[in-house]
């Protein structure tokens, strides 16, 4: 069957005798969820053995007592400035981590319970781990995580916020400041969840640890680097039974259409590569035909001519996350993408068509499925008259699932080779060594040392964590009293960006990163700039979420 009859087939065609007679009309939720075999969709998951807990906690949650406290829990923890920088000594080296015990400080004050009733272990000095232990040690313990630091707020900015930055401000809506968003409220949120809990009198079968990372948003390894070597040698590898951490949340719940939620089942790998050539100096009145900033120039260019391939293959996070964002969001995407979705399934040449389809549809969806590429740095060059001896660029790379850092590297050279050859330079591109000739000198290199490999993607098993997860996100949505949506569509997604979790890949396969709370109407004016401020409101969704999660782990087998 040729492109064009595949276009025309109508839908019915797939959906069977009975669909026919409805499909131009609104399609039946059941009747959708059996034409997306590529999209499971598992039901809501309220706890069970635990319904009358959950029923407790979830009238507490709703009284204004509670609420106001929440929010100022949140506000407090907001107004102590716990900033990480890139250039950050060890911790004991630095006095700039200092700020870290005041935060201790006042989590110890204001979360006695679970002070008193967890072990409470600090690596590092400033990094958290809590141990709940269950009754049942033969469970595997489930994995809480979050980030203590902030990213720093610019000087320069101050004047530009509503409220000042470490304010904590409650304004009868909104909680403002840095951190109040990313990632205090699910710090926050998960503290108070334990501290209900234990209030309640819930005594977990499951062990339940939470480990707080303190530079998240700088290299990772003071914090969540630390405390992945405590927790695989004190709990093991593969030794959770899940971990959550921050992540994307859900789309809005104030429309009465479907409410897509987007846990991150994998995160891209990544890689600064630092290109080099050094050429002889002299005096720019006699130069020769290329200068060291030319020889780069022809790098830059060749690299950008020579763009990685985008690929979507079945196994793969694009491949899932597209075909559920295809198959539900019937408003945004046309019936035709969504019937080539389904050929793609089986049909290797529709599955290539897709790809193409996809990115003719919303350019966007090509950066999910290559290794991008970035020239972000470049410097060369002291002075007019004199030739440049050294000049250099650094290129970022966000590595796609299907590819690997040594890819890259490959990628890479296999450009600047020709080049090398062409003008006699001689290259050492990542530690090996080509030699031909003697007019200049090219090093390809990881720029900062920070290379990371693409994370391994989490099994999506309906029946397992991930089932767990996505029903807990489904009843969480839809027992709220902010639920207006027709209904929750659970997408595994892929992360563009690195959160800690890039630490504990031995810890458990079944790692999500996922933060509950509405992407557009939760968030004030997004994350990381002038303006962090979250909705209140969420964050009793984020302790509703919590608390049913745990209360739903801890019933799992
Ligand atoms: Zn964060």
């Known amino acids: 069957m040729n ?12 959906l069977g005798e009975e669909m026919m007679l409805q499909a131009k009309d609104k399609v039946p939720r059941l009747d959708i969820m059996a034409t997306a075999p590529a999209c499971p969709q598992v039901a809501s998951l309220y ?15 709703a009284s204004t007592l509670f609420k106001l406290e929440a929010y100022e829990r949140l506000g407090k923890a907001v107004e102590i400035p716990t900033e990480s920088y890139d250039d950050f000594d060890p911790v004991g080296q630095d006095p700039r981590w200092g700020v870290f015990a ?34 049942n040690p033969e469970l595997k313990p489930l994995l809480i995580a979050a980030h203590q630091d902030v990213v720093p707020v610019d000087p320069t900015t101050v004047e530009q916020w509503t409220h000042p930055p470490y304010s904590g401000h409650y304004d009868g809506t909104w909680i403002w400041g840095r951190g109040s968003a990313d990632d205090k409220a699910d710090l926050v949120a998960q503290l108070i969840t334990a501290e209900s809990l234990l209030k309640a009198g819930f005594t977990p079968r499951r062990t339940i640890v939470f480990a707080f990372g303190i530079d998240e948003e700088a290299a990772g390894t003071q914090g969540a680097g630390a405390l992945a070597v405590y927790l695989e040698e004190k709990y093991g590898t593969d030794a959770f039974t899940m971990l959550i951490d921050e992540g994307e949340g859900h789309g809005s719940n104030a429309v009465a259409e479907p409410i897509f939620a987007l846990p991150g089942i994998s995160e891209k790998g990544y890689l600064d590569v630092r290109m080099q050539v050094s050429a002889p100096g002299g005096h720019s ?25 985008a690929v979507l293959r079945r196994e793969g996070t694009g491949f899932a996350n597209m075909q559920c964002r295809v198959q539900y969001d019937r408003k945004r995407y046309p019936e035709a993408l ?18 193409h389809a996809l990115i003719r549809f919303d350019k ?59 003008f006699n330079l001689s290259v050492n591109a990542f530690g090996t060594k080509f030699e031909f000739g003697t007019e200049g000198h090219v090093v390809l290199e990881d720029a900062f040392y920070s290379a990371l490999e693409p994370s391994p993607v989490s099994p999506i098993d309906p029946s397992g964590p991930y089932g ?9 949505l839809e027992s709220s009293a902010r639920y207006k949506a027709s209904e929750v569509i659970v997408i595994p997604s892929l992360g563009l960006g690195n959160t800690d979790t890039r630490f504990y890949w031995n810890l458990t396969r079944h790692i999500f990163r996922y933060s509950h709370r509405g992407d557009l109407d939760d968030l004030y004016n997004g994350l990381h ?15 509703r979420f919590f608390t049913k999660l745990i209360l739903n782990v801890d019933e799992m087998l």
């Not at 492109?3 to 797939?14: A, L």
């Not at 969504?338 to 790809?355: S, V, Y």
């Not at 767990?468 to 969480?476: A, D, F, R």
């Open 3 to 14: 492109e064009q009859d595949d276009e025309e087939r109508p839908i019915c065609v797939v």
């Open 529 to 543: 700039t002038v303006d962090e401020a979250v909705r209140g409101e969420s964050i009793i969704e984020q302790i």
């Open 364 to 422: 966007s969806f090509g950066v999910l499925l290559k290794t991008t590429q970035a020239v972000d740095l470049i410097n060369g060059g002291v002075k007019i008259n004199a030739l440049p001896e050294v000049a250099a660029a650094v290129v970022n790379h966000r590595i796609a699932e299907h590819s690997s850092v040594e890819d890259v590297q490959s990628h890479i050279t296999a450009l600047a080779l020709p080049i090398a050859k062409e």
């Open 338 to 355: 969504r019937e080539l979705a389904r050929r793609a399934l089986t049909d290797d040449a529709a599955l290539e068509e897709f790809k």
């Open 47 to 61: 706890p069970s053995l635990h319904a009358s807990l959950d029923a407790e906690l979830n009238a507490l949650y």
């Open 468 to 476: 767990v997860l996505s029903g807990t996100i489904k009843s969480t």
């Open 102 to 135: 005041s935060f201790h400080t006042y989590i110890e004050e204001s979360f006695p319970l679970v002070h008193r009733s967890m072990q409470v272990t600090k690596i590092n000095t400033y990094a958290l781990v809590f141990h709940w232990q269950g009754s």
């Open 285 to 309: 009145s006699v130069p020769p035909d290329h200068t060291s900033i030319g020889l780069l120039s022809l790098l830059v260019v060749a690299l950008e001519q020579n763009a990685h391939p």
